[in-house]
């Protein structure tokens, strides 16, 4: 894509229903369109409009092995409820157990997620022209900045999510009877692994007391 022909994408797209955007995406890319989800505390929204558009159209879904047992429920909860098509990755066994036994997530936490999250999809993104995520602006500095057409030179970053609101990711799920994340109502708004997540607003409760904000698949 040229960024002219983003600029004008992202244009279009900004005043469309979010299940027109996913639905555009899908047409024009079809099985060079991929799909991931953490099953994190937004991740049901994006699984919802997938199994609406296209149920059987892949969702990738990385297990680190360091997950919370709730997230693991969720997964197979939403799994059931809305026939989604998830396959799950694994790291490398031995960087795998190479994080654990230095507990890299103290150390040298950017390393360990390159391990167990960065690396198990670098093997299947050569396959896509388009990476559709569910991250949401406000959830940090970061994402804030991106738009909904993400031009790279690896695979476009597409995020139908982007320019949503707290108040509109409640109403959603409130509207279609969507369950939230087990561990929600405990405090956590954020979650990942284990180790390194915490009780706290937004993404506050990620990687805490470091200037770490993202896990490295979304740079």
Sequence with gaps: MES???????????????????????????????????????????????????????????????????????????????GTNVIEHVPDEEKNQLTRKHQLWKSDPDLCCQYNKVEPLEKIKANYEVWISGLIGYQNSHRSGLEILQQRDDLHRFYPLIDWTPEMVDDYFESYGIPRHPLERFGFDSIGCTHCTKKGDGRDGRWGGSDKTECGLHW
Excluded: C, W
């Excluded at 469309?16 to 989800?37: E, F, G, P, S």
């Excluded at 937004?42 to 997938?50: F, K, N, V, Y």
């Design 4 to 82: 002219i022909r983003v600029k004008q994408i992202n244009k279009s797209l900004s005043a469309a229903h979010n299940d027109v955007r996913i639905a555009h995406i899908l047409n024009k890319y079809q099985d060079k369109v991929l799909i991931t989800t953490s099953f994190g505390t937004t991740s049901a929204l994006l699984i919802h409009m997938i199994s609406r558009i296209r149920q059987d159209h892949p969702i990738h879904f990385i297990n680190t092995g360091n997950l919370f047992t709730e997230t693991l429920e969720y997964k197979n909860q939403l799994i059931e409820r809305y």
